[in-house]
């Protein structure tokens, strides 16, 4: 099996610069170049340079897959955006990361499956589909990076004694850029339900409280604000709304007291089992709604029967063995397996020498007795 890497790099609210396009288009003959993104792909050899170097330098977001079992997404921050000391409590030896450099921050989420991928195909969009998390992450919703740590603690054996880390609010309702995170990382459902008990719901400012912080910012605030907002100043709105917010009183949901590891993936267990036993409650309730309706079709379908085994044909015959089971099955319902069977060796009598048929019914379990 030959190798295959696919690294897709991003600007976020920016394009990228003439000079910039040339010195990317160096990297690789190959390259796929936008204003917005650049794509490398390899099935031999590798990445020219560091990524985390490439990606600081040129975009802000990064999504990497390798088929030997490696996905990988990176985000780089201006650093002054970002609070290292609310994001460190996240991160995981060897899975999850932060580097900071003298302007920039990279989270780096880096997730191996040992048993690999195999084959992949071509790849494409998944970076689009998860992009705005970085966005979530400099507005403090770090609900990405609780999952990724969920995912962590499934990946290598972490002390079962240590305790989550902060529960963000709103894991019981994800965003799609989420969704496509948990799908893209195969972050075990299960186990993110069973974390979601214990977050609350987010909390959103009324557009009225909104409108008396900034009713409250002096002329000097107003205008320097403006000045940054026509020179296209990046960010801006989320360092406003962090100026404004903090100054917004909001209701917190009651935090529950952190779980141990252990407690997490036991819970994930049960919420498993839980789960398959409503799947396996509602498909057999689902059933005997099937059968009840079915059971006013009863005459008709052995009437159906007897027409369709008048001609020995290969069609006729299967049409003919699927109301016979689903017969048997009404048969188990309403506890009537006695005069079905009656009927089904009746069958096997008159068709005795029917081969095709016979074969048909025994594949089927409907034997003569």
């Not at 060897?94 to 780096?108: A, E, M, P, Q």
């Not at 403006?226 to 903090?246: A, C, E």
Request: net charge neutral; aromatic share 10%.
């Amino acid at each position: 099996m030959s190798e295959y890497q696919y690294y897709e790099f991003q600007t976020v609210n920016r394009s990228l610069t003439e000079q910039e396009r040339v010195s990317i288009g160096k990297l690789s003959s190959r390259v796929k170049l936008t204003a917005t993104s650049a794509i490398f792909t390899y099935s031999y050899g590798d990445f020219r340079g560091d990524p985390q170097d490439f990606l600081a330098k040129y975009f802000d977001a990064m999504y990497y897959i390798a088929n030997w079992g490696t996905k990988q997404l990176m985000f780089c921050f201006p650093k002054s955006l970002v609070d290292i000391n609310q994001i460190q409590p996240y991160c995981v030896e060897g899975f999850i990361s932060l580097n900071t450099t003298s302007k920039h921050v990279i989270l780096d989420i880096c997730l191996d499956d040992e048993d690999g991928f195999g084959w992949i195909e071509e790849e494409g969009g998944e970076l689009t589909q998860v992009i705005d998390l970085r966005n979530d992450i400099l507005k403090q919703d770090y609900r990405l990076l609780y999952l990724a740590w969920l995912k962590a603690i499934t990946l290598q054996y972490i002390d079962d004694n240590k305790h989550e880390p902060p529960v963000p609010s709103g894991l019981q309702e994800l965003s799609r850029s989420l969704d496509a995170f948990v799908e893209l990382f195969e972050v075990d459902p299960y186990l993110v339900q069973a974390a979601a008990k214990s977050s609350g719901h987010q909390q959103s400012i009324a557009d009225d409280s909104w409108a008396s912080e900034i009713a409250k910012l002096s002329r000097a605030e107003c205008d320097l604000i403006l000045l940054q907002l026509v020179k296209g100043q990046p960010n801006l709105s989320i360092q406003l709304q962090r100026k404004l917010s903090s100054q917004i009183e909001s209701v917190q949901s009651q935090s529950s007291p952190p779980r141990k590891i252990s407690q997490l993936l036991q819970a994930a267990k049960q919420q498993e089992q839980e789960t398959k036993r409503k799947q396996k409650q509602a498909a057999k309730a689902k059933r005997i709604e099937e059968l009840k309706q079915f059971a006013t079709q009863e005459t008709q379908a052995w009437q159906d029967i007897e027409r369709l085994l008048v001609k020995p044909q290969a069609k006729t015959y299967e049409e003919a063995v699927k109301l016979l089971v689903k017969l048997r099955d009404l048969a188990v319902y309403q506890d009537k397996q006695l005069q079905f069977q009656e009927r089904l060796n009746n069958i096997h009598e008159r068709y005795s020498r029917r081969a095709g048929l016979l074969r048909r019914l025994k594949e089927a379990r409907l034997n003569q007795i």
